[in-house]
């Protein structure tokens, strides 16, 4: 994977939290990133919730998320 990760729609640099949501909620095998704002639009919910997402998955040990 390249080391600096970009949105698929507005190139964006991407977080490893948010690269690591992208995993989880698309799949491993997705090549294409989404930065929260795309994510959201993409998975039709919001901001918020992706953020609340990733402190789940924190929680949950997932070495994803930094
Ligand atoms: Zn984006």
């Given at each position: 994977m390249a080391k600096h990760s970009k949105c698929c729609i507005c190139e964006s640099y991407l977080s490893k939290n948010e690269i690591g949501l992208n995993k989880k909620l698309?799949?491993?095998?997705?090549d294409k990133y989404f930065c929260l704002n795309c994510l959201a639009v993409h998975l039709d919910t919001t901001v918020d919730d992706l953020q609340e997402k990733i402190e789940d998955f924190k929680s949950e040990g997932c070495t994803l998320f930094g």
């Open positions: 698309i799949g491993k095998s997705n």
